[in-house]
């Protein structure tokens, strides 16, 4: 089984660090959707990442797709999430907040990158920048009120999407987001990156080394 993307990619990141935690073993083909398209599309005719490709060449995409799929193929021990209802609608309650801001620092990325300067819509910009602060006020709060397990045997997925949401945002977007404001997180996302399976995956260039 292989991963394809980079980690430079937040969502291909979560990837690759749950899957260590799940014990599935895989490969890492760190490709990029911009400077490797053609390559990636020989693999992924969509071109999105991340990609999974299974033994058989078939593609599966989009991180949570793909680790439905790896909870199905982890041994029951090493799932991560809850199936009792009031523990599953927590864990999905902050799953969504940390894909919300993933998905917003994304989409303000995307326009200071990829769209020409004299192209960018300030208010598309501001509106998405308060829509990003206010799941991280919300993850923010959750996180004083009642803390996320963060080591390797006790994280969950939700913990897993914020420390790598929060440490692409801050490689990323550190003027929209100012870290101060949100110390619970910052020192949620320290503590996970200290972790060997974020190690293992840093978020950059490189690739992942089991």
């Known amino acids: 089984m292989k991963l394809i993307g980079m980690l430079d990619s937040p969502y291909v990141r979560r990837v690759a660090v749950s899957l260590q935690l799940l ?6 083909q ?61 864990s999905q309650r902050l799953l969504g907040l940390a894909l919300a801001a993933c998905d917003k620092a994304v989409q303000i990325v995307y326009e200071r990158g990829v769209r020409p300067a004299e192209k960018l819509h300030q208010p598309w910009v501001d509106r998405v920048s308060q829509q990003l602060l206010a799941a991280l006020d919300m993850l923010e709060a959750e996180q004083i009120k009642q803390p996320l397990d963060v080591t390797s045997d006790t994280i969950a997925p939700p913990g897993v999407m914020i420390a ?39 978020h950059g260039d490189g690739t992942y080394q089991a």
């Open 164 to 202: 790598v949401t929060w440490h692409f945002i801050q490689q990323m977007l550190p003027d929209v987001v100012v870290a101060a404001r949100y110390p619970a997180l910052a020192d949620y996302s320290r503590q996970a990156e200290a972790l060997p399976e974020f190690k293992a995956a840093p």
């Open 23 to 28: 014990d599935v073993q895989f490969e890492h």
């Open 30 to 90: 760190s490709l990029s959707v911009f400077s490797t398209y053609d390559q990636f599309r020989q693999i992924n005719p969509v071109v999105k990442a991340p990609t999974l490709v299974d033994d058989d060449g078939a593609v599966l995409m989009d991180s949570t797709l793909i680790l439905q799929y790896a909870e199905a193929l982890a041994r029951p021990s090493a799932r991560r999430t809850p199936t009792m209802p009031t523990e599953l609608f927590r």
